[in-house]
């Protein structure tokens, strides 16, 4: 009896050990105070290796507002302008798993479809309002609102989002906080249609139920970002 509660409590423990490594399967978390991304090392690692400590500065931790801070120029063919604060613009976010964006937007304009591979992202509208959601794994259920200035709303990680700014005459403005230094991001159109070598047009026009013809014309299209 002893050695089966014995038994019993060493395949808990197992379990539980097993559960608490699922819990950590993630970006690993930070092993030092920081590690201020060296983009100019020759070295390819998960991420970026870290600068000598001893040569960081204080404005390694700095983001001037001349980066976030300002309007940006929405005149584009989607009407949005996305303006990262993500380990590329600043390298003192390595490892941290956090990042900003701004998200500027013309009146109607739309920041198309997209996704985030490794990180949730938290939007807080700074001006305007705007009509956005995300859209689950399958089946596809969609989470819609309108949204309002000082309004937040989340997107979970990697699940294709969008945001609209409904009015007519005015542009709109938000602030995102994202749970990655690098989240990354797959325009849904731009990927389906633009990519290059671009996707046979057998298999896009099977799979969108639509003749090749309108598949060719899409792929013809110039797939910009917003960013
Ligand atoms: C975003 O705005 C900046 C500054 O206003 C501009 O230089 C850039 O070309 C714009 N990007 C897009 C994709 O419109």
Not at 121 to 144: D, I, K, Q
Not at 150 to 158: E, L, N
Not at 160 to 183: G, R, T, V, W, Y
Request: proline share 8%; glycine share 4%.
């Amino acid at each position: 009896m002893a050695s089966l509660v014995a038994l019993l409590a060493v395949a808990l423990v197992a379990q539980l050990a097993s559960w608490q490594q699922a819990a950590v399967a993630y970006d690993p978390s930070p092993l030092q105070d920081f590690c201020v991304a060296d983009k100019n090392s020759p070295v390819r690692v998960n991420g970026f290796p870290c600068k000598d400590p001893m040569a960081v500065t204080p404005d390694d931790f700095f983001n001037p507002a001349m980066i976030i801070g300002k309007r940006r120029d929405t005149n584009n063919k989607v009407g949005s302008n996305v303006t990262n604060v993500n380990v590329e613009s600043f390298p003192g976010l390595n490892t941290l798993g956090i990042s900003l964006a701004r998200i500027d937007y013309a009146p109607l304009g739309v920041n198309p479809p997209h996704i985030h591979p490794r990180a949730t992202e938290l939007l807080t509208v700074l001006e305007g309002t705007l009509y956005l959601g995300f859209v689950t794994s399958n089946p596809n259920r969609l989470f819609s609102k309108v949204v309002k200035k000082g309004d937040v709303f989340v997107f979970p990680k990697a699940m294709i989002h969008f945001q609209m700014n409904l009015d007519h005459e005015k542009p709109a403005a938000a602030l995102s906080s994202l749970s990655s230094q690098n989240p990354g991001v797959i325009t849904i159109a731009s990927a389906v249609f633009g990519s290059k070598p671009p996707i046979s047009d057998d298999v896009l026009a099977k799979a969108f139920q639509v003749e090749k013809k309108l598949i060719d014309w899409l792929q013809s299209q110039f797939w910009d970002t917003n960013y």
